[in-house]
């Protein structure tokens, strides 16, 4: 569901002196949030119209530097200003932060007002709008995986990501007793995104050593990646403020199972009904969902920067351990890339278990969503299902091994060129070749372990 609090209900709260601060916040191209903390007064009296941030926030790395090559900002423009329009219908209270309220914004040009296209929320916006003017409305639901470390955020700035040390010693998938000993954590979780509007369902132990698992209700496309990346913040600072710490890197250590972010998907026809669903099918799917998959299978390799950002992304695609390896569809068949859930139910739908937990859900949603309406208008057929395990099966789709191999895919991408437009697809291959390009520059610890005596 969106905000769970009223611009009514904000002036009554901060005249009863329980809010006194309103973030603002925009998603940027890697899905942090972004923006301001405003004395909940000033928001009120006029501070909930826009703001302004530098368009700087759209061309950086994590490590907010300049980044060159991108049309939209850079030094030779000036490094500008964005708007930024804060979404009312996104307010809602932060439990863990004392007295403080969040709400979401879309970035638009200073200029025009127009949204900015190569933002997040835009983007997806637009495949929304693409599907609800077929007569569909998109329902998604992200699962997000992490590890939880004993260390503190403090205590790894200051050398200890030698000494990561997960929160249990052995794997806790669906364990009771080892996920009781996190839930000073956990509890916190739950109950907090519950109060700021978050529909959690549950948290589980899953498949290492300290790594879980949240689980919010779906929704449609756009609230399920708001919630998406509040969740993330929110687990983040609950872990902090504990003395803990979370990672959300696909692959933190080779050693250890990735974190993945699966996305179920479905389309519901305007007056509610599941439009997916055909109870004389094989597997309960209709002509409509079997175009949908297909589309998602026929482009699974140009879209896969959006499901995979990072040069380490790719290492969580591995044999044995749960991440996919090959984009093929298969019902209820955890190997394949494209898994269909719910089969002989109104509740069929397609989870695609490419996107690891350091993706942008914002750009995974929307990316999937192109394809899947690019397979609805031009009627294309499934093919075969993959039956048994995809892991071993030779001649068949696979993910691309590297980003490099996913950037060129992406470059030469007609359909998400059609779809997303022309500005949007460069400047995000940029965004991946720039990773490419820092990854391809540092020495790794992994090349002075190896070959520093014996090169």
Same mark, same amino acid.
């Given at each position: 569901?969106?905000?769970?609090?009223?611009?009514?209900?904000?002036?009554?709260?901060?005249?009863?002196? @329980?809010?006194?601060?309103?973030?603002?916040?925009?998603?940027?191209?890697?899905?942090?949030?972004?923006?301001?903390?405003?004395?909940?007064?000033?928001?009120?009296?006029?501070?909930?119209?826009?703001?302004?941030?530098?368009?700087?926030?759209?061309?950086?790395?994590?490590?907010?530097?300049?980044?060159?090559?991108?049309?939209?900002?850079?030094?030779?423009?000036?490094?500008?200003?964005?708007?930024? $329009?804060?979404?009312?219908?996104?307010?809602?209270?932060?439990?863990?932060?004392?007295?403080?309220?969040?709400?979401?914004?879309?970035?638009?040009?200073?200029?025009?007002?127009?949204?900015?296209?190569?933002?997040?929320?835009?983007?997806?916006?637009?495949?929304?709008?693409? /599907?609800?003017?077929?007569?569909?409305?998109?329902?998604?639901?992200?699962?997000?995986?992490?590890?939880?470390?004993?260390?503190?955020?403090?205590?790894?700035?200051?050398?200890?990501?030698?000494?990561?040390?997960?929160?249990?010693?052995?794997?806790?998938?669906?364990?009771?007793? =080892?996920?009781?000993?996190?839930?000073?954590?956990?509890?916190?979780?739950?109950?907090?995104?519950?109060?700021?509007?978050?529909?959690?369902?549950?948290?589980?132990?899953?498949?290492?050593?300290? =790594?879980?698992?949240?689980?919010?209700?779906?929704?449609?496309?756009?609230?399920?990646?708001?919630?998406?990346?509040?969740?993330? =913040?929110?687990? $983040? @600072?609950?872990?902090?403020?504990?003395?803990?710490?979370?990672?959300?890197?696909?692959?933190?250590?080779?050693?250890?199972?990735?974190?993945?972010?699966?996305?179920?998907?479905?389309?519901?026809?305007?007056?509610?009904?599941?439009?997916? *669903?055909? *109870?004389?099918?094989?597997?309960?799917?209709?002509?409509?969902?079997?175009?949908?998959?297909?589309?998602?299978?026929? *482009?699974?390799?140009?879209?896969?920067?959006?499901?995979?950002?990072?040069?380490?992304?790719? $290492?969580?695609?591995?044999?044995?351990?749960?991440?996919?390896?090959?984009?093929?569809?298969?019902?209820?068949?955890?190997?394949?890339?494209?898994?269909?859930?719910?089969?002989?139910?109104?509740?069929?739908?397609?989870?695609?278990?490419?996107?690891?937990?350091?993706?942008?859900?914002?750009?995974?949603?929307? /990316?999937?969503?192109?394809?899947?309406?690019?397979?609805?208008?031009?009627?294309?057929?499934?093919?075969?299902?993959?039956?048994?395990?995809?892991?071993? $099966?030779?001649?068949?789709?696979?993910?691309?091994?590297?980003?490099?191999?996913?950037?060129?895919?992406?470059?030469?991408?007609?359909?998400?060129?059609?779809?997303?437009?022309?500005?949007?697809?460069? *400047?995000?291959?940029?965004?991946?070749?720039?990773?490419? @390009?820092?990854?391809?520059?540092?020495?790794?610890?992994?090349?002075? =372990?190896?070959?520093?005596?014996?090169?």
């Amino acid at each position: 569901m969106p905000g769970n609090m009223s611009f009514e209900a904000l002036k009554e709260a901060v005249a009863r002196g @329980e809010v006194d601060t309103v973030l603002v916040a925009a998603p940027d191209m890697q899905g942090r949030l972004m923006g301001k903390r405003f004395h909940a007064q000033f928001f009120l009296d006029g501070g909930f119209e826009e703001t302004h941030c530098c368009n700087y926030l759209l061309a950086v790395d994590m490590e907010m530097t300049t980044v060159p090559g991108y049309k939209t900002s850079s030094w030779e423009k000036g490094y500008g200003d964005y708007v930024m $329009k804060p979404d009312l219908a996104t307010l809602r209270p932060l439990p863990w932060l004392p007295g403080s309220v969040l709400c979401l914004a879309d970035l638009l040009e200073h200029d025009t007002h127009a949204e900015v296209a190569v933002s997040p929320r835009a983007i997806l916006k637009r495949q929304v709008a693409r /599907a609800r003017a077929m007569g569909l409305e998109p329902m998604m639901a992200t699962e997000l995986e992490f590890y939880l470390f004993e260390n503190s955020y403090d205590n790894l700035r200051d050398g200890g990501l030698r000494d990561l040390k997960p929160i249990s010693a052995y794997n806790e998938d669906y364990h009771i007793f =080892q996920t009781s000993k996190e839930e000073d954590v956990m509890r916190a979780v739950r109950n907090g995104l519950y109060a700021a509007g978050i529909p959690v369902e549950n948290t589980k132990g899953e498949a290492d050593a300290g =790594q879980a698992e949240v689980n919010y209700r779906y929704s449609d496309a756009l609230d399920t990646a708001d919630n998406h990346v509040i969740v993330k =913040q929110g687990v $983040k @600072e609950i872990a902090w403020s504990k003395g803990k710490s979370v990672t959300f890197m696909a692959k933190y250590d080779h050693r250890k199972a990735g974190s993945s972010s699966h996305v179920h998907q479905s389309l519901w026809t305007t007056d509610g009904k599941p439009a997916f *669903h055909d *109870h004389d099918d094989a597997h309960g799917m209709s002509a409509l969902m079997k175009h949908y998959l297909a589309g998602q299978l026929a *482009h699974a390799q140009e879209l896969t920067v959006f499901l995979a950002p990072y040069v380490n992304s790719y $290492k969580r695609f591995c044999v044995g351990m749960f991440a996919p390896t090959k984009a093929v569809w298969s019902a209820d068949n955890r190997t394949a890339g494209f898994r269909i859930c719910g089969v002989h139910s109104k509740g069929v739908r397609v989870e695609c278990r490419i996107p690891g937990s350091d993706v942008n859900p914002y750009l995974a949603c929307a /990316a999937l969503l192109a394809a899947g309406l690019a397979g609805i208008e031009g009627k294309m057929e499934l093919e075969p299902e993959m039956t048994g395990d995809a892991y071993t $099966k030779g001649g068949i789709r696979e993910i691309p091994k590297t980003l490099r191999d996913a950037a060129v895919a992406l470059r030469g991408s007609a359909m998400l060129r059609a779809a997303l437009g022309d500005d949007v697809v460069d *400047h995000y291959v940029r965004n991946a070749e720039w990773e490419i @390009e820092e990854t391809d520059r540092v020495v790794t610890d992994f090349e002075l =372990q190896r070959l520093l005596e014996r090169a």
